[in-house]
């Protein structure tokens, strides 16, 4: 019901910043959370950062916090996540999720994900 296309990753140096955005099709994006996940290579996936789908509270991983900054824009339908101070450890294919509370915990949909690429 709800589709996902992450844009914005690349390759940058230590240091520098990023702007990934996301765009969903479907409806009632306000009423999901929107999280920003990412997996590097042979790791498990883990969360980064939310935005709630009421009030737009958020919610980040203390390895990202003081760095990422998660938005959307409910009428473009659209999640960003701004990325300062990139770091190596930051290297990870990054995803965008939706979920919807009244339906289920979990995060039912998920775009392809974008690699985001942090040299030293």
């Known amino acids: 019901q709800v589709q996902l296309v992450e844009s914005g990753g690349g390759l940058v140096q230590a240091g520098g910043s990023l702007r990934l955005s996301c765009a969903a099709s479907?409806?009632?994006?306000?009423?999901?959370?929107m999280g920003w996940f990412r997996q590097g290579s042979g790791k498990e996936r883990e969360f980064v950062a939310v935005i709630r789908g009421t009030g737009g509270s958020t919610s980040y991983a203390e390895s990202v916090k003081g760095r990422f900054t998660i938005s959307r824009d409910n009428a473009k339908s659209m999640v960003f996540l701004q990325m300062n101070s990139l770091k190596p450890e930051d290297t990870a294919v990054y995803f965008c999720?939706?979920?919807?509370?009244?339906?289920?915990?979990?995060?039912?949909?998920w775009g392809q994900g974008t690699q985001v690429t942090v040299s030293s």
């Open positions: 999720a939706a979920r919807n509370l009244r339906v289920s915990i979990k995060y039912d949909y």
């Open positions: 479907g409806r009632t994006f306000s009423t999901y959370d």
